[in-house]
Nanobody, 122 residues
């Protein structure tokens, strides 16, 4: 069974930090790149960060570069998104997704989690 489960979301004040986790099972993890996307109310889903299967390559949206860090622990089948210096505009539902290669294109991701809410108060 293919499954991606996000956790770690919540309410935080501006300037604070959160770490999101994405636990994967089945064929969604081994050999696959992972990405994080987010969707705010009334807006389209947007790319946040991606990481290759080996973890050797990472990519970030300009809006989060220098503040967010994507990483993975293949032994634990888990991908992380460390979010620092959070801003109110980071408020969104964050989704984890799995793809054959690390990319910012959402259509390249075949499997998606259900999402976790991140709310940043000003």
């Amino acid at each position: 069974q293919v499954q991606l489960v996000e956790s770690g979301g919540g309410l935080v004040q501006a300037g604070g930090s959160l770490r999101l986790s994405c636990a994967a099972s089945g064929r969604t993890f081994s050999g696959f790149a992972k990405g994080w996307f987010r969707q705010a109310p009334g807006k389209e889903r947007e790319f946040v960060a991606a990481i290759s299967w080996t973890g050797g390559s990472t990519y970030y949206a300009d809006s989060v570069k220098g503040r967010f860090t994507i990483s993975r622990d293949n032994a634990k089948n888990t991908v992380y998104l460390q979010m620092n210096s959070l801003k109110p505009e980071d408020t969104a539902v964050y989704y984890c997704a799995s793809a054959k290669s690390a990319t910012w294109l959402p259509n390249e991701y075949a499997y998606w989690g259900q999402g976790t809410q991140v709310t940043v108060s000003s």
